[in-house]
């Protein structure tokens, strides 16, 4: 093996294997002094990718009266900021909320610029595959169809949008402003086995490579087949649910856009039963800032994001599932819990976006352009 490539895949192996070898702050703990001194702390700094944020301060301020003061900033945007800042010194943060999966698998945690903390009582509550790192919030990204002018979902199988009858017709958030997008077609890639099955069972033939596997060969179909970018899930929704279209599009959004139809009377609906997959489901990772200035606030921030009362800020609505079972959802999601979306929609894994994440957007850019 050349030096060169030898020294590339000494290189990956390392960063997987920091990514795979997570150290779970998880000891019993002292709540009763964890409370006490997160009062005396009396605030916790917080940035996140969601605004709701704000309402779980509303939760921490009335039961324990600790302040929460949040910053909301995009995905891609957070990450950078915490890699900034902590290459400047400056530790002013003590917890965020990320759905960056590349920038949490190679920057944030190889890096040690964040910590994983799991409260005790939750280890053995939350499913293994959420607590490395901690993930407590889960939400649905699907294919959504408009249901004025469709009985049913049009499409039952991911490779129909790579055919003429959807050239210009898919519409998607902008992978590249879009981290969990590009994670997304790193498990396409991943799963190569079950897109060249996918592509047998809608075509009647085996398929015929140009790339290295399906996966790849999706990606680049896709690619060519002139999808349209967005800069988010609802200008997806409002694409494809805008009432009085003959021949609308179909798109890839999150499952709390349906909430659309009744605040702006759009026709959306969730397609079932797609070939090999429904979409993702993408996580949300509540860490802890390494050297936080507030680290007992934060970890009862934590701890609360857990609770019913906390993450209810999300669950309340449509398209959100808290990762301990034991918490409520919006009755009126369709199909039901994460049990059910768990095995509907694929799961975006630290690993594969650690390992593919990279090269599949270059390789998105090169072939949409």
Same mark, same amino acid.
């Not at 945007?77 to 800042?85: D, G, K, P, S, Y």
């Not at 407590?136 to 049009?154: D, G, S």
């Not at 979409?279 to 507030?294: C, E, R, T």
């Given at each position: 093996?050349?030096?060169?490539?030898?020294?590339?895949?000494?290189?990956?192996?390392?960063?997987?294997?920091?990514?795979?070898?997570?150290?779970?702050?998880?000891?019993?703990?002292?709540?009763?002094?964890?409370?006490?001194?997160?009062?005396?702390?009396?605030?916790?700094?917080?940035?996140?990718?969601?605004?709701?944020?704000?309402?779980?301060?509303?939760?921490?301020?009335?039961?324990?009266?600790?302040?929460?003061?949040?910053?909301?900033?995009?995905?891609?945007?957070?990450?950078?900021?915490?890699?900034?800042?902590?290459?400047?010194?400056?530790?002013?943060?003590?917890?965020?909320?990320?759905?960056?999966?590349?920038?949490?698998?190679?920057?944030?945690?190889?890096?040690?610029?964040?910590?994983?903390?799991?409260?005790?009582?939750?280890?053995?509550?939350?499913?293994?595959?959420?607590?490395?790192?901690?993930?407590?919030?889960?939400?649905?990204?699907?294919?959504?169809?408009?249901?004025?002018?469709?009985?049913?979902?049009?499409?039952?199988? %991911?490779?129909?949008?790579?055919? $003429?009858?959807?050239?210009?017709?898919?519409?998607? +958030? #902008?992978?590249?402003?879009? *981290? !969990? @997008?590009?994670?997304?077609?790193?498990?396409?890639?991943?799963?190569?086995?079950?897109?060249?099955?996918?592509?047998?069972?809608?075509?009647?033939?085996?398929?015929?490579?140009?790339?290295?596997?399906?996966?790849?060969?999706?990606?680049?179909?896709?690619?060519?087949?002139?999808?349209?970018?967005?800069?988010?899930?609802?200008?997806?929704?409002?694409?494809?649910?805008?009432?009085?279209?003959?021949?609308?599009?179909?798109?890839?959004?999150?499952?709390?856009?349906?909430?659309?139809?009744?605040?702006?009377?759009?026709?959306?609906?969730?397609?079932?039963?797609?070939?090999?997959?429904?979409?993702?489901?993408?996580?949300?990772?509540?860490?802890?800032?390494?050297?936080?200035?507030?680290?007992?606030?934060?970890?009862? %921030?934590?701890?609360?994001?857990? $609770?019913?009362?906390?993450?209810?800020?999300?669950? +309340? #609505?449509?398209?959100?599932? *808290? !990762? @301990?079972?034991?918490?409520?959802?919006?009755?009126?999601?369709?199909?039901g819990g994460l049990n059910v979306w768990k095995k509907i929609t694929w799961p975006l894994r630290l690993n594969v976006s650690a390992q593919l994440s990279r090269d599949v957007l270059d390789f998105w850019i090169l072939n949409r352009n």
């Amino acid at each position: 093996m050349k030096k060169g490539l030898w020294l590339k895949v000494s290189l990956i192996f390392c960063l997987v294997a920091s990514v795979l070898t997570i150290n779970t702050l998880a000891a019993s703990e002292n709540w009763n002094q964890i409370i006490a001194n997160a009062k005396k702390e009396g605030v916790v700094v917080t940035y996140g990718t969601s605004g709701r944020l704000s309402r779980v301060g509303d939760v921490m301020k009335a039961k324990y009266g600790v302040e929460v003061k949040h910053a909301k900033m995009s995905d891609m945007e957070l990450t950078e900021r915490i890699v900034r800042e902590k290459e400047a010194g400056i530790n002013t943060v003590d917890f965020i909320m990320a759905e960056d999966i590349l920038g949490v698998a190679k920057q944030l945690l190889p890096l040690r610029y964040v910590e994983n903390f799991v409260p005790d009582m939750y280890v053995n509550v939350i499913d293994k595959d959420y607590l490395e790192p901690l993930v407590f919030l889960v939400q649905p990204r699907t294919i959504l169809y408009n249901t004025e002018a469709y009985k049913k979902c049009p499409v039952t199988n %991911l490779w129909e949008l790579t055919t $003429e009858k959807w050239r210009g017709k898919v519409i998607i +958030r #902008d992978p590249e402003i879009t *981290s !969990t @997008n590009i994670s997304f077609f790193a498990e396409i890639v991943a799963r190569a086995d079950e897109m060249a099955a996918a592509y047998k069972k809608y075509f009647g033939q085996e398929i015929k490579l140009t790339t290295p596997n399906a996966g790849w060969e999706f990606l680049k179909r896709l690619a060519q087949n002139k999808v349209v970018t967005v800069g988010s899930d609802d200008d997806v929704a409002e694409a494809v649910g805008t009432r009085g279209q003959s021949a609308p599009p179909i798109g890839f959004s999150t499952v709390g856009k349906l909430r659309l139809n009744e605040e702006q009377n759009l026709a959306l609906g969730v397609a079932e039963g797609i070939v090999p997959t429904n979409g993702y489901h993408y996580p949300a990772y509540g860490l802890i800032v390494s050297n936080a200035p507030h680290p007992n606030a934060a970890k009862l %921030l934590v701890r609360t994001l857990l $609770e019913d009362e906390g993450v209810m800020a999300w669950t +309340r #609505d449509m398209g959100n599932f *808290s !990762t @301990n079972p034991n918490n409520s959802y919006n009755p009126d999601n369709p199909f039901g819990g994460l049990n059910v979306w768990k095995k509907i929609t694929w799961p975006l894994r630290l690993n594969v976006s650690a390992q593919l994440s990279r090269d599949v957007l270059d390789f998105w850019i090169l072939n949409r352009n």
